[in-house]
């Protein structure tokens, strides 16, 4: 199944309806035996959480293995956000997506600098930096 939505798309509008999303690994967060994971594409991100008391032991292995950058394709169903945990930031900041399936379309090898915080990428040398230039471009 191809995306049904991207990254950037979902509003509260789409709650209790079932997405699929396609993107790379912006970030991820493991709080109190959940996994949130943020999704980036071309268009922007959305916030993805894997919960163990929903899912296969396999499939929450599978997220907890995931790195930033890698490509994935997540199934869910879109819901709000609990009370006090929307993003203004992101569009997206009002829902999230309760994950059903993940696919690991293309793993990523450790990065040599974190692309997904500006403040410390900002501070890696020059050389460096030119030297992954095709890193440093997917930041925004």
């Given amino acids: ?36 994971i943020d999704v980036r594409d071309r268009e922007g991100r959305t916030q993805t959480v894997f919960d163990p ?12 293995a995931l790195r930033s950058e890698c490509v994935v394709r997540v199934t869910g169903k879109v819901r709000a956000r ?3 945990t929307n ?24 990065l040599p600098f974190p692309v997904d915080d500006p403040e410390v990428s900002s501070k890696v040398n020059e050389e460096l930096r030119l030297k992954y230039r095709y890193l440093v471009m997917r930041r925004p």
Wanted: glycine share 8%; hydrophobic share 45%.
């Fill in 1 to 36: 199944m191809k995306r049904t939505h991207h990254c950037n798309e979902l509003r509260p509008a789409h709650i209790g309806q079932v997405v699929t999303l396609d993107g790379w690994v912006h970030s991820r967060r493991d709080l109190g035996g959940l996994i949130f």
């Fill in 53 to 64: 008391s929903d899912l296969s032991k396999e499939l929450f292995d599978r997220a907890a």
């Fill in 82 to 84: 609990p009370a006090g």
């Fill in 87 to 110: 993003n203004p930031k992101i569009a997206t900041g009002e829902i999230e997506v309760a994950v059903s399936a993940l696919e690991l379309l293309n793993a990523a090898e450790v």
